[in-house]
């Protein structure tokens, strides 16, 4: 299985795209999470100029983030930097929406996104829509500061088969956070193949690749598998699903329904932490602060033993590799990890294992 690192735009964001590429991962992505974290395109820019052969992605934008012609102007720009090595995610926007207390986009939004922006990207003219107002648009001067010669690998995020069916309708790859059940994998990519072949297979890009983002300890000796260094390496991910299924509590009640009473437990907890509640309309202003960053030592207690074995990988080499052998058999092509203690190290560890 390939190795990629998945990190938030940040100072020296570059020098750790040159170290995964000194290490050999395949692939370097940046989130798109507009009022928490810095701007990825930016920070693409600088790692394109310090490297040369690792892929530099986006994971991910979505339209209600950008216009179609914005964010292929931004991708055709990257691609003029680092030609052919450029992966775009995209999807509902249900992180950078909900930071901004919205609600994340639909499905068929997202399609008509991305074919838009297989499109612009390839250098086609394509329909855009504003309103009652529709135009054709292209890049008018596309070339040297616009790339559309070179090929750009979508791929879209997925937790659901609506999702996966976009993904098989455009010919897509899939991106998908802390999914470590390979049956659900495995469906996912069911659903995709389907949804391709009724169309014929008739967009299918060169690359359709899966991408699994999680988080990695490799417990050291006798280190138990709740340590507080097991903790930290994978607190920010299951902060991450606690604050969600602590933000969506009130207006779609499904998710956190679905947690057992621990997990409920500690959503509670997390809310009374930041001083707000499940309705408060100002709630993800305390809920996403340093969202993705690396967890306070008082909020230890609120990572759980059964939300880090579902959400990260946490284990010795041995037991690692099997876990990893049986997603690859699943169906996951690439391995990406969100590293938030030292990532040159974790990013080392990751390069080792998957050796």
């Given at each position: 299985?390939?190795?990629?690192v998945?990190?938030t735009?940040?100072?020296?964001?570059?020098?750790?795209?040159?170290?995964?590429?000194?290490?050999?991962?395949?692939?370097?992505?940046?989130?798109?999470?507009?009022?928490?974290?810095g701007?990825?395109?930016?920070?693409?820019?600088?790692c394109?100029?310090?490297?040369?052969?690792?892929?530099?992605g986006?994971?991910?934008?979505?339209?209600?983030?950008?216009s179609?012609?914005?964010?292929?102007?931004?991708?055709?720009?990257l691609?003029?930097?680092?030609?052919?090595?450029?992966?775009?995610?995209v999807?509902?926007?249900?992180?950078?929406?909900?930071?901004?207390?919205?609600?994340?986009?639909?499905?068929?939004?997202?399609?008509?996104f991305?074919?838009?922006?297989?499109?612009?990207?390839?250098g086609?003219?394509v329909?855009?829509?504003?309103?009652?107002?529709?135009?054709d648009?292209?890049f008018?001067?596309?070339?040297?500061?616009?790339?559309t010669?070179?090929?750009?690998?979508?791929?879209?995020?997925?937790?659901?088969?609506?999702?996966a069916?976009?993904?098989?309708?455009?010919?897509?790859?899939?991106?998908?956070?802390?999914?470590?059940?390979?049956?659900?994998?495995?469906?996912?990519?069911?659903?995709?193949?389907?949804?391709?072949r009724?169309?014929g297979s008739?967009r299918?890009?060169p690359?359709?690749?899966?991408?699994?983002?999680t988080?990695?300890?490799?417990?050291?000796?006798?280190?138990?598998a709740?340590?507080?260094a097991?903790?930290?390496?994978?607190g920010?991910?299951?902060?991450?699903?606690?604050?969600?299924a602590a933000?969506?509590?009130?207006?779609?009640?499904?998710?956190?329904?679905?947690?057992?009473?621990?997990?409920?437990?500690?959503?509670?907890?997390?809310?009374?932490?930041?001083?707000?509640?499940?309705?408060?309309p100002?709630?993800?202003?305390?809920?996403?602060?340093n969202y993705?960053g690396?967890?306070?030592?008082?909020?230890?207690?609120l990572?759980?033993?059964s939300?880090?074995?579902?959400?990260?990988?946490?284990?010795?080499?041995?037991?690692?590799?099997a876990?990893?052998?049986t997603?690859?058999?699943?169906?996951?092509?690439?391995?990406?990890?969100?590293?938030?203690?030292?990532?040159?190290?974790?990013?080392?560890?990751?390069?080792?294992?998957?050796?």
């Amino acid at each position: 299985m390939r190795a990629g690192v998945v990190v938030t735009a940040q100072s020296g964001v570059e020098d750790l795209a040159v170290h995964a590429e000194k290490l050999g991962l395949h692939s370097f992505w940046v989130n798109d999470t507009p009022m928490v974290h810095g701007d990825p395109f930016v920070a693409l820019s600088l790692c394109a100029k310090a490297t040369k052969r690792i892929r530099l992605g986006i994971g991910v934008t979505s339209p209600a983030l950008r216009s179609a012609p914005a964010a292929a102007s931004g991708f055709a720009s990257l691609n003029a930097l680092a030609p052919g090595r450029v992966i775009c995610g995209v999807g509902t926007g249900n992180t950078a929406r909900r930071t901004l207390g919205m609600r994340p986009t639909t499905a068929a939004t997202v399609e008509t996104f991305l074919a838009q922006l297989q499109g612009l990207c390839a250098g086609r003219s394509v329909e855009y829509r504003e309103g009652d107002l529709v135009r054709d648009v292209r890049f008018l001067h596309a070339g040297a500061q616009a790339n559309t010669a070179d090929p750009i690998e979508f791929v879209v995020a997925a937790l659901g088969p609506k999702a996966a069916a976009v993904a098989g309708r455009r010919g897509t790859g899939l991106i998908s956070f802390g999914l470590l059940d390979p049956a659900a994998w495995r469906a996912l990519l069911n659903v995709r193949h389907n949804a391709a072949r009724d169309l014929g297979s008739r967009r299918t890009q060169p690359r359709a690749d899966s991408y699994l983002v999680t988080a990695l300890h490799v417990l050291d000796g006798d280190e138990a598998a709740d340590s507080d260094a097991a903790r930290e390496a994978t607190g920010h991910l299951v902060l991450s699903l606690l604050a969600f299924a602590a933000d969506t509590a009130a207006d779609t009640p499904a998710f956190a329904d679905q947690l057992g009473p621990a997990e409920r437990e500690a959503v509670r907890r997390l809310l009374d932490r930041r001083g707000t509640t499940a309705d408060a309309p100002d709630r993800h202003t305390k809920l996403y602060p340093n969202y993705l960053g690396r967890i306070a030592p008082q909020d230890r207690d609120l990572i759980l033993p059964s939300l880090m074995n579902n959400l990260a990988l946490v284990g010795t080499h041995d037991d690692l590799r099997a876990r990893v052998a049986t997603l690859r058999q699943a169906g996951v092509d690439e391995l990406l990890i969100q590293p938030v203690i030292d990532p040159p190290s974790e990013m080392a560890q990751l390069a080792e294992l998957l050796s």
